[in-house]
């Protein structure tokens, strides 16, 4: 495990420190140093600017100094000096933008993504750029530019992606908060993988402008950019910024009362014969937290088992290859591996990838069987896009305008290095509700017997971000939320 270290505890409390106790330079500082010391152990941070950040620092402490007063300062910069780091697939000005692909290397933004430039107006000041897989998807977060991220609980295992690099370094305290996208389940399994909270908005509420790959086609429904942190109250605030005028779809200045809220739970997909088995550990977590609801909230936690879960990597992978409402094709996965230049044969790449020539990972190379594959029967793909819209449909009926629903983030505990490739469909787990358009938000559970992180997705009907926030919250005080890694 990564050095133990003494975090500040959370957005808010940092927010006061640095205004009252420490400049903001000595607390950029801090952040430095920490992630000096063990990203050589986690690759996480890919690329630092802490020269910039250092300069931006001054210029806070400066603006501090000539007390334009508290509440002034919290209205317009919200995030004032906070450290923030960025996943490397979003355009930070003057950062890499090649999203691990080595065509991409020498490509370096001139402009910041959407979301990026929202954050720094509210005052954040960004630390560097964070590893993800190869072109974001895959859940291992490995590449042949910055080579393999570790998990700082544990070395050997890995971060999750393709938010991976996020998760790592927000768990291994280099960050105070960070920017992930999710289009499969990028922002929560790494949150899962590393023990902090990532939450995907309803779709369609933050800007996805100013990455790579972004969206294009039916896809755009799917990919959502959220935020990623240690601390479940730290969400509202970048949710906040990161959607700008978007916020107003949502309900976050609405009361939550725990106990009128219905709770439904789901221990596993059904069984479908292309995931993993639910880890023992993780069941048991989720058990407690059936349990404390019940017994400290005193409410009745339902328990559901929905039929069409059992399909949900067929129902992801057919919704992501169908056609949009114009007709337009979903982008090849092997065109984007090309960015433009020379076409990607996987066969050819294949064997140059068994006598280690290949510019490309495994995964990115078996994407192409794959995407070949869902094209042979579109009558069968037509029924599982239907059966995705009708789960829709049920999932919105089920949970209405008071419901949450508990349900695993992944099957297994964070594995090791490399075996993600013999159990390639696992991310079915959070990939179903990016199809579906749900909020949700990942939150840890403590530690397994092995001190790997454990946790759970919060689930609820579109546009009620606000009601998966407050139960993470809640579920943090009940049960301790990211603990540091090396403590146990």
């Not at 002034?72 to 999203?99: C, D, Q, R, W």
Request: proline share 7%.
């Amino acid at each position: 495990p990564v050095p133990i270290i003494k975090p500040l505890k959370n957005l808010s409390a940092y927010l006061k420190i640095s205004m009252l106790t420490v400049t903001c330079i000595e607390v950029v500082e801090a952040y430095v140093e920490r992630t000096k010391e063990v990203n050589p152990l986690i690759n996480a941070v890919v690329k630092d600017r802490f020269e910039e950040a250092l300069q931006e620092a001054r210029q806070v402490d400066k603006l501090l100094s000539e007390g334009p007063g508290d509440d002034y300062l919290e209205e317009k910069f919200p995030l004032l000096g906070v450290p923030i780091t960025v996943k490397e697939a979003f355009s930070l000005h003057g950062m890499p933008n090649t999203s691990g692909l080595v065509n991409r290397r020498n490509v370096i933004a001139t402009s910041d993504a959407t979301v990026v430039s929202r954050l720094k107006q509210a005052g954040a000041i960004p630390l560097g750029v964070t590893n993800c897989s190869e072109l974001c998807m895959w859940y291992e977060s490995s590449n042949r530019v910055y080579g393999r991220t570790n998990n700082p609980y544990d070395l050997q295992r890995i971060v999750g992606g393709s938010s991976g690099g996020e998760g790592s370094a927000l768990a291994a305290a280099c960050s105070v908060i960070g920017v992930g996208s999710d289009i499969g389940g990028s922002i929560r399994m790494p949150a899962f993988f590393n023990g902090v909270f990532g939450h995907k908005p309803t779709t369609g509420v933050v800007p996805n402008d100013g990455q790579f790959p972004n969206a294009r086609g039916v896809r755009t429904s799917f990919l959502c950019t959220g935020p990623m942190c240690r601390y479940a109250e730290d969400l509202e605030p970048m949710l906040r910024v990161m959607a700008g005028p978007g916020v107003n779809k949502l309900k976050l200045d609405e009361k939550v009362s725990l106990e009128k809220i219905k709770f439904h739970c789901m221990d596993h997909d059904g069984g479908s014969i292309f995931v993993s088995p639910v880890d023992k550990e993780i069941l048991q977590a989720q058990k407690k937290v059936v349990e404390h609801l019940e017994g400290k909230l005193g409410v009745q936690v339902q328990r559901v088992s929905i039929h069409k879960m059992k399909y949900s990597f067929q129902i992801w992978s057919a919704m992501m290859s169908s056609k949009d409402s114009d007709g337009q094709e979903a982008q090849l996965f092997t065109d984007l591996l090309g960015d433009h230049g020379k076409p990607v044969w996987p066969l050819w790449e294949l064997m140059k990838w068994l006598v280690g020539m290949s510019s490309h990972t495994l995964p990115a190379i078996g994407k192409e069987p794959q995407e070949k594959l869902m094209k042979l029967n579109p009558g069968g793909n037509a029924k599982l896009v239907s059966m995705g819209k009708s789960l829709q449909e049920e999932m919105e009926a089920l949970l209405g305008p008071d419901g949450v629903l508990l349900y695993p983030s992944h099957p297994t505990i964070a594995p090791r290095h490399h075996s993600p490739i013999c159990m390639p469909f696992n991310f079915a787990y959070t990939a179903i509700f990016n199809v579906l358009g749900l909020p949700v938000t990942q939150c840890p559970l403590g530690l397994s017997s092995e001190g790997l992180p454990l946790g759970i997705q919060l689930v609820a009907a579109s546009y009620n971000d606000h009601l998966t926030l407050a139960v993470a919250r809640y579920l943090e005080e009940a049960f301790g939320g990211w603990v540091l890694p090396g403590k146990v």
